[in-house]
């Protein structure tokens, strides 16, 4: 019910652009040279009247601000449908709110574990503050990725309902957490926060739906890549 709802905001928004630009459009083609509504002829003056102001134009004046007004509306019509457009494209491959089909695809398909909430994962990360106060984890995916054990859950903080990607690292590297905390490598979408200690890289953000199954596992593949980046510029070179 709440993704019919995103999506219909997100189609009566772009209807809404289309209106302003339509509106603009037809302003300019129609009403270039007009005044209040009024055809104006060469020779003729046109007094309006704005905040207490009194502004008096010619018709080749009106005409450039009328244009100006109309082209103003043709920006603001392009510029919300243009955004309208993005939160469809957002809408269609992201469901918050749908069952994590995903995942569970995912797991039969490659022959990894799914577990419905499971307590102890949790526990294993509450020296990090954004999962100390989450009661469990939910719908958790156990799997690997060039060669890296993962995992993807669910977990709440501050009231709300988060994703989280994990990737452990071979074995514990201190230096490693030092080197990911100081390095300026990109994080891709969806993560919004990323924590790293000695023993794994750990990529949070909203919580994740998506219809195709291969994009939950963008955020995994980013994760794995800072580590093999991380082996590759540790081993002496020859």
């Keep these: 019910m709440a993704k019919r709802r995103a999506d219909r905001r997100s189609w009566f928004i772009l209807l ?34 704005r905040d207490g102001q009194r502004s008096v134009e010619d018709a080749e004046g009106q005409r450039t601000v009328n244009q ?27 469901d918050p709110s749908a069952p994590v089909t995903d995942r569970l695809e995912l797991a039969r398909r490659e022959g990894w574990q799914f ?4 307590t102890e994962l949790v526990d294993t990360l509450r020296h990090h503050l954004r999962f100390e106060s989450s009661p469990a984890a939910w719908s958790v995916l156990r799997g690997t990725h060039d060669g890296l054990r993962f995992v993807i859950f669910d977990y709440t903080w ?3 309902t988060f994703t989280a990607w994990l990737v452990h690292l071979p074995e514990p590297s201190p230096e490693f957490a030092r080197w990911a905390t100081s390095t300026t490598s990109g994080w891709r979408k969806p993560l919004t926060n990323v924590v790293v200690d000695e023993r794994a890289v750990i990529g949070s953000g909203p919580v994740f739906r998506a219809k195709d199954p291969e994009r939950v596992l963008k955020p995994i593949r980013s994760l794995t890549e ?5 082996e590759r510029s540790a081993t002496p070179r020859r």
């Design 68 to 94: 100006s007004e109309a082209g103003a509306l043709i920006g603001l019509g392009a510029l919300i449908a243009l955004l309208s457009g993005f939160l469809i494209r957002g809408d269609r491959g992201t």
């Design 226 to 230: 800072l580590v093999r980046r991380y």
């Design 158 to 160: 501050i009231g709300k």
């Design 16 to 49: 809404t652009g289309i209106a302003i630009l339509i509106l603009g459009a037809v302003s300019l083609a129609a009403g270039s040279n007009s005044c209040g509504g009024s055809k104006m002829s060469e020779g003729d003056t046109c007094i309006t009247y």
């Design 115 to 118: 577990t419905e909430v499971d």
